[in-house]
């Protein structure tokens, strides 16, 4: 399937909305003279321009129309099989110092780097239509909302930007003429998709972003990990604020009683399917709203701490999902949707591992090859992903676009641990949970380039997208709590905790409603709790397991807490601040301390 493609050429009417502020226009010039399309498409995200811009994706086989009577208005896209997953190890923070890139980033030197990436954009949009998107992060009337354009040569990238943003005019009236408005700067060619040219750079002091050689997902929808929390948390650090890669969810009590949770989770670790969480039959007046999957905005209000989602789609891991596992995620993706790199059945449907329903005779792989189930290789990329706009999202919380966000009760960080971490437990203050977060970590999954199943720190599930030193971002969230009247109650979860036979303890999904019922009574302050070295754990009776298939062993091993792990995880916690560098505040030095004297008392 094609990625690359070459230039369009649009009716009257269609791609000529030309912006009427002075800088932004001659930004547009600058990187035109640079990569000297064939023309340029000034996007307005009218449903017309998605229309034209659709059909002729189709015609160049950048996608492929699904059948109109399973998935209506949707379309597969494979990407290239060399692009399938964010690529870390190419990902750099283009600080003026190392220093304030930090011990975490890859860091490349500003001016060096410009001019390596202009050599590689010099003519590479040579007959291609370079496409410019504007945008805008946040509800329209919140004020943490950020304008950004992003230039582009790639028909997928307009098509899932105009889901997963407020696309279009919006964000044009909102940066208006003033030249000296802020807005984000992204540059994004396809170039010819060859891995060792892909980059993906961020000029935090710049407001600016250039990703080249990558057509897929976080890559290259820089509305996203690049704006939204790299640049994102860079400004939010400086202004006051927080950019998180948190889940946002609403939960409402039988008694009509609502609290807002965040919840920060590493790539491919559940934050999507927490937030669209449906409680079990036994939870009867339970609701669950969703605000947002991956990403949150944060800012003190009054002692509290409120959220925004800053996208309007979701980019959802596929292979899993089920009526099953997620009947929300099921019931958003049936309509309007991109799917990328899962399977095509033979009667122009998707299929993927996990789907609902026994795997079809025949389709065609995600690479574009036949399978069927005697297939050695998967139907569907691991990494595979839906495009699909909130709005289908039956769950979808009221308040999603209140400007001055959702007050959060608490915060939630989790990974992926076969072992030692508890299912659930909560930090003793604010300062002790930002520990949790600094140091919790997760095994790797297959949403970035490289090996899986690898437990790294990953603190605050911030290690790929912080965009500054990393350091400075711990004492950030300290300075944060200190500005908190009312500050969330901070808990750590583990939804993947394994027992002697490599299966996971805990049934997970719908289930985990259970684990956030006692968060959500430790914020009622009605929720029993008992003291551990770690934390406060929940008691043998203070899950609600009513109705749940599983035996009392199984309970006790998923919040158990094993001395001679703890020593060793311990000892990692240490190993991964001293590799820091110095960098680690005090007090997270000394919540350490605290904590290992917690399992010697
Ligand atoms: P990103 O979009 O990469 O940020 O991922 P995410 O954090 O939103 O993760 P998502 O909800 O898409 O889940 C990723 C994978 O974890 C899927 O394969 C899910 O099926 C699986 N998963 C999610 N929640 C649970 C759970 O509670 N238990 C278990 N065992 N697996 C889960
Ligand atoms: C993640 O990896 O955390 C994602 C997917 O949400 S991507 O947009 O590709 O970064
Ligand atoms: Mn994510």
């Known amino acids: 399937m094609k990625n690359t493609a070459p230039a369009i050429f649009a009716p009257d009417g269609i791609g000529d909305t030309k912006p009427i502020n002075q800088a932004m226009l001659d930004w547009v010039h600058e990187i035109g003279t640079l990569t000297e399309p064939e023309n340029i498409f000034w996007c307005d995200g009218s449903e017309r321009e998605n229309e034209f811009l659709i059909a002729e994706s189709l015609k160049q086989n950048v996608l492929i129309k699904l059948n109109e009577k399973k998935v209506p208005r949707s379309y597969l896209h494979r990407s290239n099989p060399n692009d399938v997953a964010r690529v870390e190890r190419f990902t750099f923070i283009c600080t003026p110092t190392k220093e304030e890139a930090g011990p975490t980033n890859t860091w490349s030197e500003p001016a060096e780097t410009y001019s390596k990436l202009h050599g590689l954009l010099k003519g590479a949009m040579r007959g291609r239509t370079m496409f410019v998107v504007p945008y805008i992060m946040g509800p329209p009337d919140s004020p943490l909302t950020k304008v950004g354009f992003e230039i582009t040569d790639s028909k997928y990238v307009v098509l899932s930007m105009r889901i997963m943003t407020r696309m279009g ?14 807005w984000n700067r992204g540059v994004h060619s396809l170039l010819d998709v060859d891995p060792a040219r892909r980059f993906i750079c961020h000029f935090p002091q710049d407001n600016t972003i250039i990703s080249v050689g990558s057509g897929y997902g976080g890559n290259v929808l820089l509305s996203k990990k690049c704006l939204a929390l790299r640049i994102g948390s860079y400004l ?9 890669h948190m889940l946002i969810l609403g939960v409402e009590s039988p008694e009509g009683k609502k609290h807002y949770v965040a919840a920060a989770f590493p790539s491919a670790c559940g934050k999507t399917n927490f937030a669209m969480l449906i409680p079990p039959k036994h939870f009867k007046g339970w609701k669950v709203t969703t605000v947002g999957d991956d990403i949150a905005w944060m800012q003190v209000r009054d002692g509290r701490l409120y959220a925004v989602n800053p996208e309007s789609g979701y980019f959802g891991v596929v292979p899993g ?3 099953k596992s997620n009947p929300n995620a099921m019931k958003s993706i049936a309509r309007d949707s991109l799917y990328t790199n899962v399977a095509l059945t033979d009667d122009g449907d998707v299929w993927w591992e996990g789907k609902d329903g026994p795997p079809p005779a025949h389709a065609i792989d995600w690479r574009g090859n036949d399978w069927t189930p005697e297939s050695k290789e998967k139907a569907a990329h691991p990494n595979s992903r839906f495009t699909t706009p909130m709005r289908n999202n039956p769950a979808l919380d009221s308040d999603v676009e209140e ?8 915060i939630i960080f989790g990974g992926r641990r076969s072992d030692t971490v508890p299912l659930v437990y909560q930090a003793l203050d604010w300062d002790h949970g930002v520990y949790l977060g600094a140091t919790m970590a997760s095994e790797t999954t297959a949403a970035a380039a490289g090996a899986v199943g690898q437990v790294r720190r990953d603190p605050m599930a911030m290690l790929p997208f912080c965009g500054y030193n990393i350091g400075d971002y711990f004492q950030h969230w300290l300075d944060i709590g200190k500005r908190l009247t009312h500050p969330p109650l901070i808990f750590n979860v583990n939804w993947f905790r394994k ?3 490599g299966k996971f303890l805990w049934p997970g999904f719908g289930e985990n409603m259970r684990v956030l019922k006692w968060v959500i009574n430790r914020c009622e302050v009605n929720g029993g709790a008992l003291q551990s070295p770690l934390g406060w754990l929940p008691g043998p009776h203070d899950l609600d397991l009513e109705e749940l298939d599983i035996d009392h062993k199984c309970v006790a ?20 601040f001293d590799s820091l560098g110095g960098v680690v505040p005090q007090q997270l030095l000394s919540q350490r301390d605290q904590l290992a004297a917690r399992f010697t008392e």
Do not use: C
């Not at 939010?236 to 998180?244: F, L, P, Y």
């Not at 091993?557 to 991964?576: M, P, R, S, T, V």
């Open 169 to 182: 005019k919006i964000a044009l009236e909102r940066l208006g003429n003033d030249p000296k408005a802020e």
């Open 403 to 410: 400007g001055k966000g959702v007050p959060i009760s608490a």
């Open 557 to 576: 091993e998923l919040l158990g807490i094993d001395h001679g792990e703890w020593q060793k995880e311990i000892a990692e916690h240490k190993k991964f």
């Open 321 to 323: 999902t089920s009526y």
């Open 499 to 501: 027992g002697a036979g």
């Open 236 to 244: 939010a650090r400086k202004q006051g604020w927080m950019a998180e």
